[in-house]
């Protein structure tokens, strides 16, 4: 199985930065893409950046410019470095990875549990 473990959420203000990171531990072999997603409260959760092994990113385009996903395959970690912030984007945020295919051993998909970012505004 594959664990992952969000961290770095909190507060911050409007226009601020901030950082979350994600660990991935267990089968981290089963792991290919990793993502970081978000869902806000009384909307559906939206995918905000993803990053292949190989290190390429794909972006929503509503963050395009102001965040950064990045990836350590040796430390099994994503972090995603979210800048020039706004109120709409409070949120859990939650890491996703996928499974690698032709891998019946592995599971297809894993989240972690999120961890909160919220803006003031």
């Known amino acids: 199985q594959v664990q992952l473990v969000e961290s770095g959420g909190g507060l911050v203000q409007t226009g601020g930065s901030l950082g979350v990171s994600c660990a991935a531990s267990?089968?981290?072999?089963?792991?290919?893409?990793m993502a970081w997603y978000r869902q806000a409260p009384g909307k559906e959760r939206e995918l905000v950046a993803s990053i292949t092994r190989a290190g390429s990113a794909n972006y929503a385009d509503f963050v395009k410019g102001r965040f950064t996903i990045s990836r350590d395959n040796a430390k099994n970690s994503i972090h995603l470095q979210m800048n020039n912030l706004k109120p709409e984007e409070t949120a859990v945020y939650y890491c996703?990875?996928?499974?690698?295919?032709?891998?019946?051993?592995?599971?297809?998909?894993?989240w972690g549990q999120g961890t909160q970012v919220t803006v003031s505004s």
């Open positions: 267990g089968d981290t072999i089963c792991i290919s893409d």
């Open positions: 996703h990875a996928k499974g690698v295919g032709g891998w019946p051993r592995c599971p297809k998909s894993s």
